[in-house]
């Protein structure tokens, strides 16, 4: 093929550059404050250079550097006064280097926040430590991305989320590298259960909302990259609380060859879905286990193991339901009652074995072999009874409140046997080649996807002993109507996938150093071909940032690029089960132009960043969202637009720790090709609408375009905020406070075209908080002796979720009357409720 002659060239050019690369050498030390304690995650990197790294637990640093050449290294953290030091190493030379640094605020062990832009692209970096005190219920990492500008997310159940107008799935994530994949056939945040990242076992988070490299994958909204830990001491912790427990351990060999990190979690959510307003025996739990496992074996080759087990398993047994909805003057109640139960099962299983070669200093090649599989069943039979009421609305009146008028009575039925098995294996090469003020970067890789789906499920509705739609009366007539029996959203297919996908891509990046600005350029391509489809895709990126030499720390970027993102599976799939053999790649072009913007305000840092963004999308598919689940129309019938404005400020707002407010504004809209629609009138002038109009003889009709219509993540306003406080005179007392505003999204109908989608679900208000003491730790006194002297801290926390106690909504259920009039019921997310947590160390 001429693609694989392209990317042996390539690879033959890379190898000769590496053959006449320059030796670096290597500085080390430990980072450490004026009592000698050593700084966790402060930043080392070299000026005018991209890269860097940061300190381990013990304050304790690596990195390369330019031999022979003098060199700046910069060294900072928040709360201390940034150093930068003067150094010229020889080449091949390793240099201890420790450095002391000076507080400027009052320090707050185990709690700083570092939440650093890396500037010259577009991606966002968070402190990990966040993710572990962060108020949640459904996980700790996607809890803190929630809270980032341009990421929306409604449903605390779940850890999915939406970035600037895209959906769940138009999200990467990345672990070491490693593409993660999730189950597929989960319709709510009931039955997601535990997400694939640890914040256990993080070292370093960083997101992109858009405009991101080359080098990342066929995605068209976010990314996501994941670093664990490289351990280089025994630590372990243990936590536990009403929603479950979880621990991890870490450590090095004696020879510091061997390296191991594990971590296992168990979680039931029982506790929280007790409050739900479907009564009932829930019975989820999520059990997930972990390990890294790494061994040099010598200073040019590592070898490292990612691996993974995961299984969800959900169980309810409904009883009752009772929903109050409506308005002031138009209040109605639904009570149902159940018969019937559902039973789900998630089962994945994940590993990774990765070669990390280093000819050179400035040469890093790594070849990766990975594969993924998920077993997964849906089963469930649930009958629902259903009376609905008119309730009285009238202060005045003693049965305020109350049901007075019956509405509508009937029976819903609903069936599930669907089955997927899905296996995903991949081999992939990258390397990273640097020299000079440029970083070469490139990767292949070859994907084998191998799906098997067995559906079968269907809704039957029946109002008052009559199966809808109802046949008309024939009282008294010789010959009745005997109509089938109706079944609604039937799905019913057993579909066998197995296909390759060749994937790759190289990337540029500049840096220039001037005496009025520096500068950095990036430049990259990549190309995917999918043999299903049989559709090759290029996709060049480039972004561009400028940092004056002004009196103020400002950066300008700004990045452009196509993002293809071809059909994994889903969207092949149509609301009845078939497959479009045919489906095309969506396609979004990213414009985003950004600013960062450092100051101090009372004596303290504060970070303003603002970003601003247009997204032209093509070939979409329509879908539909219900809960979490997605369901795709499977044909490229429409195009449209995101476009919007992003604000983040974070700092000292407390003097010591960090926080940080989010507000996005934006607008997605799409126009469906051929959604046109007709209305008709009677001749005396008035629109037809059948089972209302008497007088149905059509004399006259209109066709409607509906144009541009808001996509189903068209909400508009989103604001966010993560606050931390604590005791001016006792810091062992803290407090961390989420909060998130989302403003109304579309929805319809079932069964109605997507024009009719006008309907705007109340806005989505959340606020959670917890309030933590240190029991052991840096601020108390550690026993000597006994039980509690291993420990290297200790804390108890209280958190109150959904402080505000509001009626949150997911998404609706419809049910009818004999008359076929449709109720839109809420469903409602989770109550106010409180948690207590255990976090220890050693």
Known sequence: MPGTRIIATILFIFATLALAAQKKAVI?????????????????????????????????????IPGGEEVVVLVSFIGYEKKSIRITVPPGIRRELNIKLKTISTELPGFEVKDERVRQTNFTRIDPKEAKVVPSISGGVEDLIKTLPGVASSNELSSQYSVRGGNFDENLVYVNGIEIYRPFLIRSGQQEGLSFLNSDLVSSIQFSAGGFDAKYGDKMSSVLDIKYKRPVEFAASVSASLLGAQGHVEGISASRKFTYLMGIRYQSNQYILSGLQTEGDYKPN?????????????????????????????????????????????????????????????????GALSAEYNPIPNLQLRFTASAFQTIESETFDIQGQYWIGRLETDFGQEQFGDVVEAQGVGTYLDHARNYLYATVMNAQHRGTYNFRNQILQWGVKLQHEI?????????????????????????????????????????KTDIDISSNRYTGFVQNTWEFAGYKADKSFTLGGRFNYWDFNEQFLFSPRASFSIKPNWGRDVLFRFAA????????????????????????????????????????????????????????LDDLIPYEVDNVRIRYYADNNAHGYAAGVDLKINGEFVKGVESWASLSVMKTEEDIEDDFYYEYYNDAGELIIPGFTENNVVADSTRFEPGFIPRPTDQR???????????????????????????????????????EHTLRIPPYRRVDIGFSKQIIGENTKRPARGFFSHFESLWITAEVFNLLQINNTVSYIWVKDVNNREYAVPNYLTPRQLNIRIVASF
């Open 28 to 64: 080390f030390g430990k980072v450490s404050d004026h009592n000698g304690k050593g700084i966790e995650l402060a930043n080392i990197s070299i000026s005018g250079k991209t890269g860097g790294t940061s300190t381990n637990k013990k304050g304790e640093y690596e990195l390369r």
């Open 286 to 350: 999520f059990t997930d286990i972990q390990t890294l496992l790494s061994y040099k074996l010598n200073k040019n080759w590592n070898l490292s193991f990612l691996g993974n087990y995961a299984r969800n398993s959900y169980k309810l047994i409904p009883s009752s339901r009772t929903t109050k909805f409506g308005t002031i003057k138009e209040a109605y109640q639904l009570k149902i009652y159940f018969d019937g139960q559902e039973v789900d099962n998630f089962e994945t299983f994940f």
């Open 451 to 491: 799906i098997d789906d067995q559906l079968n499920e269907w809704e039957m509705v029946d109002s008052a002993g009559f199966t809808i739609p109802r046949p008309g009366d024939s009282v008294g007539s010789p010959d009745p109507p005997h109509p089938d029996l109706i079944l609604n959203d039937v799905v």
């Open 561 to 616: 690029g196509y993002y293809y993102q071809p059909p994994f599976y889903k969207e092949l799939r149509d609301l009845e089960g078939n497959l479009n053999y045919d489906i095309k790649a969506q396609k979004s072009i990213h414009f985003v132009a950004g600013a960062d913007y450092n100051f101090f305000a009372w004596s303290r840092p504060f970070k303003l960043t603002s970003e601003v963004y247009y997204k032209y």
């Open 717 to 755: 306003i989103t604001f966010s905020m993560f606050f931390q406080d604590y005791l001016p005179n006792n810091p062992t007392y803290k407090m961390h406070l989420k909060l998130i505003y989302g403003s109304r999204l579309p929805f319809g109908p079932p069964d109605s075209p997507k024009h």
